[in-house]
């Protein structure tokens, strides 16, 4: 892809189609966890550009300063700049650009599992887009492939997973390519845990979700992809403690839960300090366990998903019932039931609002 938009760049008719490639180029970068270099391009687009604005390249600024936020640390403030994309490219009628960075709106609401606004903005992104225009259409069939996995429909993933690989192979999209194999293994991950934490193990899913984790970690280390690198072995470490193997589970989260190898999402991190209070648990750890329930309840945020958030409830309440406390850990057990009945409910709520776009989807 690199060298695709490396040559529509010398090709460009005008400057101005040369600087928005080249902030195309800076996306991908983004998106590859090559933050250097993206914002290298960014800065001397705005050198260029701030004294005489040009709505094209303030919408690509804006979008891809927005990427570099998402992928840098997940920051929630990404969306603003994404937000801004999408109204200046809205406002100017440049469809490519309002149906791409609706597209990425559509993701960003997935990961805050805001159901509605997702919905609107992938229809939106399909609606102003065609099967030719496969950037656009990698993402919005990420999101709803994500979307159906999250909800419980994997069967019914699978086919928007392929139409992701589809659109991306034909621009040679390796880092769509890459997340699509990282989406696939923390759905896995969620589906496994759900299924434990409340009461329906499948050994096969287990195999299934720790092979996942493995295949992240080789695809990144061939093609060189760097975005929030602690969080795949935290992936692993998931697993491993899911299928009970605490002490292997433990050295990852120690080697890279903590300290400058850290670079996680806030809404991540009440989840696993639970989960790794649970694993010091098994290794007989009862002062290092306290420890870490202490922050994992300190890390309970308003950005804590509720998946994360039942998750962390219900290890709480395991941990506390192996320490003697008996009314935190009925209290936490009783908050675990709430969120994991709260988050059915988004399930179901996503297949309600997918099944039509579903049904009518041609490409």
């Known amino acids: 892809m690199e060298l695709r938009l490396e040559a529509e760049i010398a090709g460009a008719a005008t400057a101005i189609d040369a600087d928005c490639k080249r902030a195309e180029l800076a996306g991908y970068h983004a998106r590859l966890g090559r933050f250097d270099e993206a914002k290298s391009t960014i800065a001397a687009l705005h050198h260029r550009y701030d004294s005489r604005p040009n709505v094209a390249i303030s919408s690509w600024v804006n979008l891809v300063e927005g990427l570099i ?142 092979a996942s984790a493995e295949s992240t970690k080789n695809f990144d ?39 400058p190898h850290y670079r996680g999402a806030m809404r991540f991190r009440a989840n696993l300090f639970a989960d790794q209070a649970w694993c010091r648990i098994a290794m007989g750890d009862h002062a290092g366990a306290l420890q870490d329930a202490t922050a994992a309840l300190s890390s309970l945020c308003l950005q804590v998903q509720v998946d994360d958030l039942a998750a962390a409830h219900t290890r709480l309440s395991q941990v506390f019932s192996a320490l003697g406390n008996v009314n935190d850990a009925e209290k936490h057990g009783l908050l675990a039931a709430k969120a994991w009945g709260t988050f059915a409910n988004l399930q179901l709520q996503i297949s309600i609002n997918l099944d039509g776009l579903c049904e009518n989807f041609s490409n």
């Open 69 to 210: 936020g998402h992928f840098s640390d997940m920051d929630p403030a990404a969306r603003d700049k994404v937000l801004r994309a999408h109204a200046l490219s809205t406002a100017a009628g440049l469809t490519s650009m309002r149906a791409l960075s609706a597209a990425w709106l559509a993701n960003m609401d997935y990961c805050r599992l805001d159901v509605l606004a997702m919905s609107d903005h992938v229809r939106e992104s399909f609606r102003l887009s065609n099967s030719t225009h496969d950037e656009i259409r990698s993402r919005a069939c990420m999101v709803v492939a994500q979307a159906l996995h999250l909800s419980g429909k994997y069967m019914q993933s699978v086919a928007w997973y392929q139409r992701v690989r589809l659109h991306a192979n034909r621009i040679g999209d390796d880092a769509t390519l890459g997340a699509v194999l990282h989406n696939m293994a923390w759905l896995h991950m969620a589906t496994l845990r759900q299924e434990k934490f409340t009461g329906t193990v499948n050994s096969a899913v287990a195999s299934f979700a720790l």
């Open 221 to 259: 280390d061939i093609f060189g992809v760097r975005t929030l690198p602690s969080l795949v072995p935290i992936l692993r470490a998931q697993v491993l403690s899911l299928k009970g193997r605490a002490a292997e589970a433990l050295l990852l989260y120690e080697a890279h839960l903590t300290g």
